[in-house]
């Protein structure tokens, strides 16, 4: 019965370890609208509608150069967006060492 709590403790502690933007990968609008000043959300409104005008747009005539930037401009907005979110990120190595001193003080 002891490790039966004992597993159920870690594995509850596991879940609630996920960070929130994880669960909700295809709803970034909603969250970074949620916890943000009214500036903010309207430029990642604006960066969200570009990014699906450039989803949306036909990339089949263009030259490689203009792929390319393309491809430079999504990475930039994807990474304003995620910066303007904020969050708290835990590493593989921070959620490790914190099992094990779960796991040691159990």
Do not use: C, H, Q
């Not at 916890?35 to 699906?52: F, I, V």
């Not at 005539?61 to 390319?68: A, F, G, I, T």
Request: glycine share 2%; charged share 20%; hydrophobic share 50%.
């Amino acid at each position: 019965m002891k490790k039966y709590s004992i597993y159920l403790m870690m594995a509850f502690t596991m879940l609630s370890l996920i960070p929130s933007n994880a669960m909700a990968a295809n709803e970034p609008a909603t969250e970074l609208m949620s916890n943000s000043t009214p500036d903010n959300a309207a430029l990642a409104k604006t960066l969200l509608a570009r990014l699906d005008e450039i989803k949306a747009m036909d990339k089949s005539n263009l030259s490689r150069l203009e792929k390319k930037a393309l491809r430079v401009e999504v990475r930039e907005t994807k990474a304003e967006l995620k910066s303007m979110n904020g969050g708290v990120y835990l590493s593989v190595g921070a959620i490790i060492v914190i099992i094990l001193l779960l796991i040691l003080l159990l």
